[in-house]
């Protein structure tokens, strides 16, 4: 399921200077839009917004809501959540295994089952409609996700694959895979990261076998919608399933962080769950959020097949358990090659405890920039999807310093202050002076700014 959706806008690319075609599993090859000379070419943003893009091995037509960047396209393909010995890999493992041992089926076998090589490439509809989030929702806008065209899209979250799966006639199962998102840069958040999703179905013998006179309740009524259930739920059914899935994931998570864990949970809002909640857990004497859970839209469930059943879904984040569970600092960490990173999570069982030991920490440098706003259109992710374009891994944390407005022309200005740091090694200020010029320019020629350089 997804987690709590953050709205920016961000401006139109430019689709000049492109070449006719971006081909490649996830890499395209001669996609560079053209620079000024002042502007290394190795730090001009990539953005293919040609008339084809050849992905995953399927080719896919530009139109207009084409938005996707060639430092994504890299992504794409990576799979670090099925990467051995990776601690998004070991995290995944750990609530597979959990699952596995902990609910068993009728024939003994494993309850859930366990997707983690689905495409990341859907369609809108399995994106949005099939959850029922409305045409006009927040969530669907171009300045906020990755579209290859009108109809597909890299996955915003692994709810994407929710109506495909229970309508093959799945009641228990969890999906695991990469998701994209454009959001702010710092150390928490970055525009790929990795989800698992969990959906459970109950009959309504399922549900109630274990309630004494449970012969007698029923899971639907035609009553109404209230902040407690739906419509055609009865208060008895949603209140077992709202317990079920609380206790499931208090489960869970208690397993993975050990006993003595705090837990509480908070009354949220998605579009395809009701209720909502958001578990957030008590660790080192702060609260963080950790999974969005909630009962399924019973429009949800009946769409896809399994009218007479009743169920929840959650959706966790693995870097988030990874960051908390092993200590990980910096969410860019999860995509080094540096040895010194990977071989400490070479364990021989994925129970044993790792205390993440940082690198050497290498000493930041910092840069300013400033310019005039071109108009209304332009938000903070127009600068902050350029600004990763160009500098990739080396920016560690982008922030709005000021804002002005002019007292007489009206003019809004903004500075932001980039903070780089590589994650294995020492930069130079030359290095970040060549990276910097490149973002001045490419602001000034991509989202038409006024520079104040």
Request: aromatic share 12%.
């Amino acid at each position: 399921m997804a987690m709590l959706w953050k709205f920016m806008r961000v401006a139109k690319y430019s689709k000049t200077a492109l070449s006719p075609k971006i081909k490649a599993r996830g890499i395209p090859t001669n996609s560079r839009h053209s620079s000024s000379k002042s502007v290394p070419s190795d730090f001009a943003p990539n953005t293919p917004c040609s008339n084809t893009v050849e992905l995953l091995g399927k080719v896919y037509p530009q139109d207009d809501y084409s938005n996707i960047t060639e430092k994504i396209l890299s992504k794409v393909g990576k799979n670090l959540h099925n990467k051995k010995h990776h601690p998004l890999w070991l995290i995944k493992e750990q609530v597979k295994d959990h699952f596995y041992k902990q609910y068993i089926g009728r024939r003994g076998t494993p309850l859930f089952s366990v997707y983690d090589g689905l495409s990341p490439v859907v369609t809108i509809q399995q994106n949005f409609d099939s959850l029922l989030i409305p045409q006009n929702h927040a969530s669907r806008r171009k300045e906020d996700n990755y579209y290859l065209n009108r109809d597909h899209m890299l996955r915003a979250h692994t709810s994407a694959h929710q109506w495909d799966l229970i309508h093959s006639g799945l009641d228990a199962f969890l999906a695991v895979g990469d998701v994209y998102r454009r959001d702010t840069i710092d150390n928490t958040h970055y525009p790929v990261f990795h989800q698992m999703e969990g959906v459970r179905l109950f009959s309504c013998h399922e549900l109630f076998s274990s309630v004494k006179d449970g012969e007698a309740l029923q899971l639907f009524e035609q009553g109404h919608r209230t902040a407690h259930k739906q419509e055609c739920h009865t208060m008895e059914a949603v209140r077992l399933v709202e317990f079920n899935l609380k206790q499931v994931l208090t489960k869970l998570m208690t397993h993975i962080f050990g006993d003595g864990l705090q837990v509480r949970w908070v009354d949220c809002y998605f579009p395809f769950t009701h209720p909502s909640f958001e578990m957030e857990i008590n660790f080192q004497g702060e609260w963080m959020e950790v999974l969005g859970c909630g009962v399924m839209e019973q429009q949800l469930v009946n769409s896809a097949g399994a009218q007479d059943k009743i169920g929840w879904a959650f959706g966790l984040g693995l870097e988030r358990l990874a960051m908390i569970l092993y200590d990980i600092p910096d969410i860019r960490l999860f995509w080094s090659e540096d040895e010194r990173f990977l071989k400490q999570f070479i364990v021989p069982h994925i129970w044993q405890k790792i205390k993440f030991q940082p690198l050497s920490r290498y000493p930041p440098l910092i840069n300013d920039i400033s310019f005039w706003l071109p108009s209304d259109t332009y938000s903070k992710n127009d600068f902050y999807d350029l600004a990763r374009t160009i500098g990739g891994d080396l920016i560690e944390k982008v922030i709005l310093l000021d804002e002005f407005t002019h007292p007489k022309t009206k003019k809004v200005s903004h500075c932001y202050r980039i903070i780089y740091r590589h994650p294995e090694k020492t930069l130079t200020q030359d290095e970040v002076h060549r990276i910097h010029q490149a973002i001045e320019e490419s602001a000034v020629r991509e989202l038409g700014v006024e520079g104040r350089f």
